[in-house]
């Protein structure tokens, strides 16, 4: 296998992201074209520069992303669709990012998009058996993964919904989140409960939306100083043994993982980088319940198991904290456009690291990583780098 | 239509064995020959994930284990395809044959179920399907 280190550097020359929320006018392509448009005049190029697209998204249907590219134009290059259910966005930037660095072509565009659909869903996480025993209900399979954390760790619901008031303040002040009213911690505890001990405001809205980057070697940055690194891209597609019951898999009580695969994928990450936890300065979490940001924030090495609760009530992962954690509000005030998602984290961490977040930027942000996974399992890590 | 509603069958065949009168349901699993591994439901074409073999043997599991995480849920989930009550609740159960399976859990008061509590299983209707007859399912009660 290929070190990446010894490969092209990649950067993020641009970025696109739609205001997200519920859409009944519009079709995935309206707004995954509209994102594709905002991330080339971002990059200060013409779609005739880029050379390849992998286009993210679960529930779109034979070739979207081909739907959305028609609104954008047919130039005659690669069109490669990416489902990897709530990992789309990640693995399609892992796609376009792999092939700039192998220098297989120079600029390439990875889009994310979705609109959720308004009927069933037929998961193929779960099997038709599961589906009809009501397993495939993702707030009650967090819940159980949340039951066992609370367990072990001694976190208490009410730290569960500091997490929630931490993402929704920050979202107050991002213009492209679905939702952008601050809650208070009394809100979120006397929301409703949806399965034990998770209530609808310790859950992610959905929400249709789309988000695109374009990515480049070096000399083909239109400006220097806003081009952001891609320091790196890491995948792992499950782990035998460690259970995710959001996937539909629980954990081999005889053969545990010696490594799990968010530890996995965080492991490879760091080490392709270079960086190391101690060296990050902002975290985009995956937030899909809040309970997955603490143990996710332990899982990446930011902290030991049942720490990131104490942390986060210290205001270690606020907006002025010392690591700043879901910037944007989180899945929690953006939405979760499935397909979107991993790259709606990537023009978050860019527009950090660039300096230009507004009213929620950070302070001396350098190096920033960004985390999804979900069902499959998948697990993606990126880390990018000012 | 007639009225089938004492008719009962099961969620899918092949899930559990009724048992001797005086000995109770069963769930019907694999394990491996080779490695140990258990699997519930039983895996039809016998490999082993674990190790990659075609070495799995049928074997029937212990009707009795420890519940390690249970929820009680008060929204059907998305997609209509479950047709079961809403509260229910299920969780993660424990066998002593060394595996954890998902299980819906039935209880008096599903709220008051605790974690860590020994538990069997028991078969009980889930829902009517469309012809009128009961479909039956796997579950863990609490043990008193
Ligand atoms: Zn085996």
Not at chain 1, 334 to 340: E, F
Not at chain 1, 351 to 360: D, F, P, S, V, Y
Not at chain 2, 128 to 144: C, D, H, I, W
Request: glycine share 12%; proline share 6%.
């Amino acid at each position: 296998m290929k070190n990446l280190k010894e490969m092209r550097e990649v950067f993020v020359a641009g970025i696109g992201l739609t205001k997200w929320g519920v859409y009944e006018d519009q079709e995935c392509y309206d707004f995954g074209s509209e994102a594709i448009f905002k991330a080339l005049a971002d990059a200060g190029m013409g779609w005739t520069e880029v050379q390849a697209a992998f286009c993210g998204s679960v529930y779109q249907g034979t070739a979207s992303g081909h739907q959305a590219i028609k609104e954008v134009g047919l130039t005659g290059i690669p069109v490669v669709n990416v489902e990897n259910a709530c990992s789309s966005g990640g693995s399609s930037l892992r796609l376009a990012y792999l092939m700039v660095a192998a220098e297989i072509y120079d600029v390439v565009i990875a889009l994310g998009m979705e609109k959720m659909p308004r009927g069933p869903i037929p998961s193929t996480a779960f099997r038709p058996w599961e589906l009809a025993s009501g397993f495939n209900i993702q707030v009650g399979n967090y819940a159980l993964e949340t039951v066992e954390y609370m367990k072990e760790t001694g976190v208490t619901e009410e730290d569960l919904a500091r997490v929630t008031v931490k993402n929704r303040k920050n979202g107050a002040m991002n213009p492209n989140a679905r939702f952008q009213k601050p809650v208070s911690l009394e809100e979120v505890m006397g929301s409703r409960m949806v399965a034990e001990p998770l209530r609808l405001l310790h859950c992610c809205p959905l929400a249709d939306g789309a988000a695109a980057a374009v990515l480049c070697g070096k000399d083909k940055l239109k400006s220097l100083s806003r081009g952001i690194k891609v320091a790196a891209s890491a995948l792992t597609s499950g782990v035998y043994g460690d259970g995710m019951p959001a996937a539909g898999i629980v954990n081999s009580l005889k053969y545990p993982p010696e490594v799990g695969i968010l530890e996995l994928s965080a492991q490879q990450a760091y080490e392709a980088s270079g960086y190391g936890p101690e060296d990050i300065d902002i975290v985009q979490g995956y937030d899909t319940t809040v309970p997955s940001e603490l143990w996710g924030m332990e899982k990446l090495g930011f902290c030991n198991k049942g720490e990131a609760a104490g942390l986060l009530r210290d205001g270690k992962f606020d907006l002025d904290g010392e690591l700043p954690v879901n910037t944007d509000g989180g899945l929690m005030s953006r939405g979760h456009p499935l397909g979107a998602t991993g790259l709606g984290q990537i023009c978050e961490l860019v527009t950090q690291l660039r300096n230009e977040a507004g009213a929620r930027q950070v302070k001396k942000a350098r190096v920033g990583l960004a985390h999804a996974m979900g069902a499959g399992p998948n697990s993606s890590i990126t880390i990018l780098t000012r | 239509m007639g009225d089938n509603s004492h008719q009962q069958i099961p969620l899918r065949e092949g899930f559990w064995t009724s048992g001797a009168p005086d000995s109770g349901p069963r769930l019907i699993g694999s394990r491996c020959t080779q490695c140990g591994e258990v699997y519930f439901p039983k895996k039809p074409k016998g490999w082993c994930v674990h190790c990659q073999q075609q070495t799995l043997e049928e074997i029937l599991l212990s009707p009795r284990g420890r519940i390690s995480a249970v929820t009680v849920v008060r929204q059907p989930p998305a997609g209509g395809f479950y047709h079961g009550p809403v509260p229910y609740a299920y969780g993660l159960v424990d066998l002593p044959d060394g595996l954890r399976l998902v299980s819906q859990i039935t209880a008096d008061n599903l709220e008051a179920v605790p974690v860590g509590a020994e538990a069997e299983l028991v078969i009980r209707p889930l829902y009517q399907n469309s012809e009128g007859r009961e479909v039956l399912t796997f579950m863990f009660t609490p043990v008193a």
